[in-house]
């Protein structure tokens, strides 16, 4: 285990203005090009505040200790005063213990010629091994945050490794899909992203995802208005838009020959504020959490990206949006996918 402490033992850390104790927030994968946008960001309280102390965990396999010796150096370089702590390990049971906070970035990526089964067979035993420790070690209030793919499946693959652990604290990242969707509405109608809201992702974190802007707003000059009234372009907005957001991944892994990072970590920092400190009023985000009781005919248990707004760290539904029966097919369409998932994942999952 390598650490870095900022202060000697007998230096009073915290001014007496600050009597925020620390968090212990844990991210996996952490010698991977997410963790590496991901950390500054972190580190300097852009995620839990800029009076919030904080005890970060990297994880990593065994290979990756020497990369993560390099990140730890450059953390401790950054000199950020609300870094108390940074731990260095390999090992999960240093990893998880008191968490408040798991960000699990960490998963086995898809290699050429792989089938997605193996891929799910490959992650079952990973986000099993890290329910588990979850389970064993991290508080029963932690909040777990799952970005590693297939994100969906490895949430629920966790979260039932985990049953001391209220279902409703996991959650999986469609944040990334959620912003791009915003972009590409903002791009084409000459808008700053900021402009619009309301957007849903709905299903898996997948090419089956299903983008929604039927019940979006965009801010034109001072005004809200739908999306689809906006642009008057239905056309684009069922077919291209759809498209687009779905492949987006797959298009900057074509371009840059690496997938998405500096999104990815943004996207990750959105979705853990939003937890940390609520939604604004008047505005819902998407992410995956447990289907129990939704209205919107999604079977239950399965990890499926909603609409939700968040307040005192607890999520809800939207209720009682109108789905018109092109979203009803597209909805249907990547449920099934997410049930096929599952029901792999589950096998593996007994036999793992």
């Not at 904080?54 to 730890?72: H, N």
């Not at 990526?109 to 979850?134: C, H, T, Y």
């Not at 970590?265 to 940390?276: F, G, L, M, P, S």
Request: aromatic content about 8%; overall charge neutral.
């Amino acid at each position: 285990i390598r650490r870095c402490s900022y202060f000697p033992k007998d230096v009073t850390v915290f001014d007496k203005d600050n009597k925020s104790e620390p968090i212990r927030v844990l991210v996996t994968g952490a010698a991977g090009q997410i963790a590496y946008s991901l950390l500054y960001s972190i580190g300097n309280g852009s995620v839990f505040g800029k009076d919030q102390p904080i005890i970060l965990v990297l994880l990593d396999i065994t290979p990756m200790m020497g990369v993560l010796d390099g990140v730890l150096m450059e953390l401790q370089d950054c000199a950020l005063p609300l870094l108390k702590d940074v731990i260095a390990t390999d090992k999960e049971e240093v990893a998880f213990k008191d968490l408040d906070v798991a960000i699990l970035v960490g998963s086995m990526p898809r290699r050429e010629g792989m089938e997605r089964k193996d891929l799910l067979k490959a992650n079952v035993k990973i986000f099993k091994s890290q329910g588990a420790a979850l389970d064993k070690y991290a508080k029963k209030s932690v909040k777990v945050i799952v970005v590693g793919n297939p994100a969906n499946t490895n949430c629920l693959t966790a979260s039932k490794s985990a049953p001391s652990i209220p279902k409703e604290n996991f959650s999986c990242l469609t944040r990334l899909d959620h912003n791009r969707a915003k972009a590409q509405i903002a791009l084409k109608l000459g808008v700053t992203a900021n402009d619009v809201k309301n957007v849903i992702i709905w299903g898996n974190h997948s090419s089956t995802q299903y983008p929604d802007v039927n019940h979006a707003k965009v801010k034109l000059q001072g005004k809200e208005v739908g999306v689809y009234e906006a642009l008057k372009d239905d056309s684009w907005l069922k077919g291209e838009f759809v498209t687009t957001v779905q492949q987006r991944g797959a298009a900057v892994i074509k371009a840059r020959k690496l997938s998405s990072a500096m999104s990815a970590a943004k996207a990750i920092c959105d979705h853990v504020r939003d937890i940390w400190f609520g939604t604004p009023e008047g505005e819902f985000v998407s992410m995956g959490v447990i289907s129990d009781g939704n209205s919107y005919g999604v079977p239950d248990d399965l990890l499926y990206s909603f609409p939700v707004v968040i307040k005192n760290k607890t999520w809800k539904f939207v209720e009682g949006l109108p789905i018109n029966d092109f979203s009803r097919e597209k909805m249907d369409l990547t449920a099934k996918e997410l049930t096929e998932e599952k029901e792999t994942a589950f096998e593996f999952l007994s036999s793992a």
